[in-house]
């Protein structure tokens, strides 16, 4: 079954310093996208970056860019140069291929950058 | 750019009510997604529509109803509501069917209070 996980309940970055959030998944399915969302305290889901499971090349977004080790299950979120509004929850989210709709979160993690 | 939108914003009902929730997907995005978001807990997906047809289902309660209409946009009903029932309730949609890739755009949810 369709697994995320993401271990790190909160995490605290230094402005301006990077940090990754962890997301490893579980599939069976050999097609499949990988997401990551930022939901501030304001309640809005935000996309951020996507990543393809046939994707060779790791995903990048402005900041945002996508550790992908295939081999490994994992899809972490890097983010360079932190801002103080970057403090949000981060969830990674995945859906399985072909003719799949649902998509399934992580628990997410909590992201406070410190001044 | 547009954006999808969700009517309304906050909902308070009471205990053995009814509720109706809207969403209006980005223009020429055909696939419509619901999740709800308990406090503190990662988004659940519920159902999904594409072309007005019901594409996907997941953890939705048999008091749930939802459809899509010949415009794209959904209806999210809710019956005999529970205390459970507080959460957010985010639509979303994308562009296409089917295929892993396809980016969802949240909308900024609807806070649901059952009293």
């Known amino acids: 079954a369709q697994k995320i996980t993401q271990t790190q309940p909160g995490m605290f970055v230094q402005e301006k310093e990077a940090v990754t959030l962890d997301c490893t998944y579980d599939t069976s399915d050999q097609s499949y996208g990988l997401f990551w969302y930022k939901q501030p305290s304001s309640g809005e889901m935000i996309f951020l970056i996507y990543q393809g499971s046939y994707d060779e090349q790791n995903a990048t977004e402005g900041r945002y860019s996508l550790n992908f080790q295939k081999a490994r299950k994992s899809a972490n979120l890097v983010i360079s140069a932190s801002q103080l509004g970057d403090s949000a929850m981060y969830f990674c989210?995945?859906?399985?291929?072909?003719?799949?709709?649902?998509?399934?979160f992580g628990a997410g993690t909590r992201l406070f950058v410190k001044a | 750019a547009a954006g999808v939108i969700q009517s309304p914003r906050h909902l308070i009902k009471e205990k053995r009510e009814t509720a109706t929730l809207k969403c209006y997907p980005i223009?020429?995005?055909?696939?419509v997604y619901w999740y709800q978001q308990g406090p503190g807990q990662d988004p659940q997906f519920l159902i999904s529509?594409?072309?007005?047809?019901?594409?996907d289902k997941g953890s939705i309660p048999d008091r749930f109803s939802a459809q899509q209409f010949s415009d794209y946009h959904s209806e999210l009903n809710m019956s005999s509501l529970e205390l459970g029932d507080s959460a957010l309730y985010f639509c979303?949609?994308?562009?296409?069917?089917?295929?892993?890739?396809?980016?969802?755009?949240f909308g900024p949810g609807t806070r649901l209070t059952v009293l």
């Open positions: 529509f594409y072309e007005k047809m019901q594409s």
């Open positions: 989210a995945m859906r399985e291929g072909t003719g799949g709709f649902k998509t399934i």
């Open positions: 979303a949609s994308s562009p296409r069917m089917g295929t892993s890739g396809d980016t969802q755009y």
């Open positions: 223009p020429r995005h055909d696939t």
